[in-house]
């Protein structure tokens, strides 16, 4: 008997023990979940956070759209029997993509100086960074259908066709496009850079730039972000047909290399940054980017009685404010006034 009862008291303990870890295993279990399910919780939250994140970012996440207007302009071409400079752009590509929604157009260059713009369009593309803008030309038509696409005109009328051994002007640049926002390119092409003259037939007397040297004729700005330089120039002493005024980075402007006819098609001034004819004493240099430039002024005669101005030198001037034009900084969106009075001619 007494062993019947220690066996049935064995048992009683030892289920007391298996509910006693049973109930202990269900509260760890418990446990558990209070700390996964809060643990889950933050997890989501911080996704949605995250994704929000890239959703407003935009500027190099792909992660939306963004309006981008492209708008052309030209540093001006400062030769008086030029009444205009047509180009006829057939295709525009970013990152080697063609942009979709724009339409072949043709455009007179020389119209548009003195940070005045020309529209191409305004299109929805990807918000991330890219690298470089191409732009294709059509040499042999223009918009309408008529021959030739990409000209110069003269006076009286003439056609000059412009072509080369390339039809695209790559522009490496980076740059973002903001999704989410309206973003503005400038591409300012430098038409002194781009179009050379030349001897022979009257009707033939223009024709583009090398195909190397098409790709350094065109800069790509952020509208938002360009700057200015403008002033006066008074010349009472160099007896002057023409000056012009040109923009260099800081430290970029070697006077014997710029000075001489550089590249095949023999530029001058050819690393200018941006250029600007002297007109009335006045000058402005437009859609320049943030960072420190010297500007320069240059001479023009006709020294030979061609018909035809000819570079005698660069002036040297004294400017107001006691401004060094060797080192002009520049903000973004800013604009610096410099006047300058020449003193002498440097030949």
């Known amino acids: 008997m007494a062993q019947l009862l220690n066996l049935r008291s064995t048992e009683t303990n030892t289920l007391r023990k298996l509910k ?7 509260l760890k279990m418990k446990n558990n979940i209070l700390l ?14 995250s994704c929000s994140k890239d959703d407003d970012n935009g500027g190099g996440s792909g992660s939306g759209s963004a309006s981008t207007t492209i708008k052309v302009t ?30 072949k157009t043709t455009v007179d260059l020389a119209a548009y100086q003195n940070g005045s713009t020309s529209t ?3 299109f929805n593309l990807e918000g991330k960074n890219y690298s470089n803008i191409t732009f294709v030309l059509d040499f042999d038509t223009d918009a309408t259908g008529n021959a030739p696409g990409s000209y110069v005109l003269t006076t009286g009328n003439v056609k000059h066709k412009l072509t080369t051994t390339s039809n695209t002007i790559t522009v490496a640049k980076n740059y973002t496009l903001q999704a989410g926002s309206s973003n503005s390119l400038v591409a300012d092409f430098d038409l002194r850079k781009m179009i050379v003259a030349q001897a022979g037939d009257p009707a033939d007397q223009y024709n583009f730039a090398t195909s190397a040297e098409l790709q350094n004729s065109v800069r790509i700005v952020s509208e938002s972000n360009a700057s200015t330089i403008s002033g006066t120039v008074t010349d009472g002493v160099s007896g002057s047909a023409k000056v012009v005024a040109y ?19 023999n530029i001058q001034f050819a690393n200018a940054v941006s250029s600007d004819l002297v007109s009335g004493g006045s000058y402005q240099l437009h859609f320049l ?9 240059a001479s023009y005669k006709d020294t030979n009685a061609d018909g035809k101005l000819e570079l005698v030198g660069t ?3 004294l400017t107001s404010g006691e401004i060094n034009i060797l080192n002009l900084q520049l903000g973004l969106n800013a604009s610096l006034t410099l006047n300058a009075t020449a003193t002498a001619v440097l030949p």
């Open 20 to 26: 006693k870890l049973n109930f202990m295993k269900m």
């Open 315 to 317: 002036l040297v001037v």
């Open 74 to 103: 030209d540093a001006p071409f400062d030769d008086a029997n030029v009444t205009g400079a047509f180009v006829t752009i057939s295709e525009i590509k970013v990152d080697g993509q063609t942009v979709q929604g724009f339409t």
């Open 289 to 297: 980017e943030s960072g420190e430039y010297e500007v320069h002024f």
């Open 120 to 122: 191409l369009g305004t």
């Open 36 to 49: 996964i399910v809060p643990a889950v919780v933050l997890l989501f939250a911080v996704s949605l956070t």
């Open 247 to 265: 923009a260099y980075k800081k430290g970029t402007f070697n006077r014997t290399t710029e000075m001489s006819g550089q590249g095949a098609s």
